[in-house]
């Protein structure tokens, strides 16, 4: 079947600007994980998502990051008055429940100039 | 603090055996992941260490011990297309998240 999906696959914004980041879990896979990526980094987690219950939202870096899954599926990430420090590669997991492994889309590269 | 370990480049000999050490101290444990990721690429699953051992799956082994906070992963026969960054996470306290190392660049040549 379909893996995760991400759009866009790359975003270049200029400071200040909002962008949105889209994920399309695997289909019955219940955990939704976003991550950051910079350049020769471990992963960095941002937010957790598991069916209806409230989010783990203890890795946004700041108030500026916020996220909502709709309908238990598909998530956006949304980063508002970008920085230049925001610039990495967000990658977006799913997992068919919280304690199995997670399987991640191609990821978005943004670029904020 | 939670922390992981890992060399950040090791090189290899195509046919050969490489392995990637992982140490780690976290808060808890309740499994141990490795994840292959080509330049450019997302993650992909490899293993699954939760118990003391050696868990094999072709040519990729992975080596837990739970004592010591060390697990390596094994690759043999190594081929090219092995030419990777080797994540190397632990599932600590809680049941979801993952802390994540910074990866093994690993080189292989001809």
């Known amino acids: 079947g379909a893996g995760v999906s991400q759009s866009p696959s790359n975003k270049v914004t200029e400071k200040g600007k909002d962008v949105e980041l889209r994920c399309d879990p695997i289909?019955?896979?219940?955990?939704l994980y976003w991550y950051r990526q910079s350049l020769g980094q471990g992963l960095e987690f941002l937010i957790y998502?598991?069916?209806?219950?409230?989010?783990?939202k203890s890795g946004l870096p700041s108030d500026r990051f916020s996220a909502e899954r709709t309908g238990g599926s598909v998530s956006t990430l949304t980063i508002q008055r970008t920085q230049q420090e925001d610039s990495a590669v967000y990658l977006c997991?799913?997992?068919?429940?919280?304690?199995?492994?997670?399987?991640f889309g191609p990821g978005t590269r943004l670029t904020v100039t | 603090g939670q922390n992981i370990d890992q060399p950040t480049e090791m090189t290899a000999t195509e046919g050969a055996i490489v392995q990637i050490n992982c140490t780690y101290q976290?808060?808890?444990?309740?499994?141990l992941f490795w994840y292959q990721q080509h330049a450019g690429e997302a993650p992909t699953f490899l293993s699954y260490?939760?118990l003391d051992g050696l868990e094999e799956k072709g040519r990729f082994s992975s080596f837990l011990s739970r004592s010591k906070g060390y697990s390596y992963l094994l690759l043999k026969e190594l081929q090219m297309k092995d030419s990777a960054s080797y994540l190397c996470?632990?599932?600590?306290?809680?049941?979801?998240?993952?802390?994540w190392g910074a990866g093994t660049k690993l080189i292989i040549k001809p």
């Open positions: 997991a799913s997992s068919l429940a919280r304690i199995y492994e997670q399987y």
């Open positions: 289909s019955g896979h219940t955990a």
């Open positions: 998502f598991q069916g209806n219950s409230a989010p783990d």
């Open positions: 976290t808060s808890g444990f309740n499994g």
């Open positions: 260490n939760v």
């Open positions: 996470a632990v599932r600590g306290d809680s049941n979801y998240q993952l802390i």
